[in-house]
C-alpha cells in the first residue's frame, strides 16, 4: 500500500488547508483512514479519523470545529479540510490505512504515507 499526501504549505494563522492523500490499492474503501501529525519536538499524535463509508468520523478534542475529514473512494481519496489554523497545528501531517478496521483507524496497524508539512504563522 502506497500513500501519498500533499497539500502542505505555509499559511498565517485563522488560514486554511486542505491536504490529501492518494492511495494506491483499490481496497483502499474497505478500510478506515486516518491523519495524524508530528510537532517539532514532540510525539506523533492522532487528528482524524474516518470509516470506509465515510459514515463515523472522530477528531482530537484539539481540532473538532476547525478540521473536517472526509473520503472520496471512488478516486481512492482522503482529505483534511483545515480551518482557522493556529500556530499551534505546526506540524508533519501524515495520512495512514488501517490493516483490518473499517471503522477507525489503530496507530500500531496502520501502512504510513509520508508527511506533508503544515506550517502555520502568527
Known amino acids: 500500500v502506497q500513500l501519498q499526501a500533499s497539500g502542505g504549505g505555509l499559511v498565517q494563522a485563522g488560514g486554511s488547508l486542505r491536504l490529501s492523500c492518494a492511495a494506491s490499492e483499490p481496497t483502499f474503501s474497505s478500510y478506515a483512514m486516518g491523519w495524524f501529525r508530528r510537532a517539532p519536538g514532540r510525539e506523533r499524535e492522532f487528528v482524524a479519523t474516518?470509516?470506509?463509508?465515510?459514515?463515523?468520523?472522530y477528531y482530537t478534542d484539539s481540532v473538532k470545529g476547525r478540521f473536517t475529514i472526509s473520503r472520496d473512494n471512488a478516486k481512492n481519496m482522503v482529505y483534511l479540510q483545515m480551518k482557522s489554523l493556529k500556530p499551534e497545528d505546526t506540524a508533519v501531517y501524515y495520512c495512514?490505512?488501517?490493516?483490518?478496521?473499517?471503522?477507525?483507524?489503530?496507530?500500531?496497524?496502520?501502512?504510513w504515507g509520508q508527511g506533508t508539512l503544515v506550517t502555520v504563522s502568527s
Open positions: 495512514a490505512e488501517d490493516k483490518q478496521s473499517g471503522v477507525r483507524v489503530t496507530p500500531n496497524s496502520v501502512y
Open positions: 474516518i470509516s470506509w463509508d465515510g459514515e463515523y468520523t
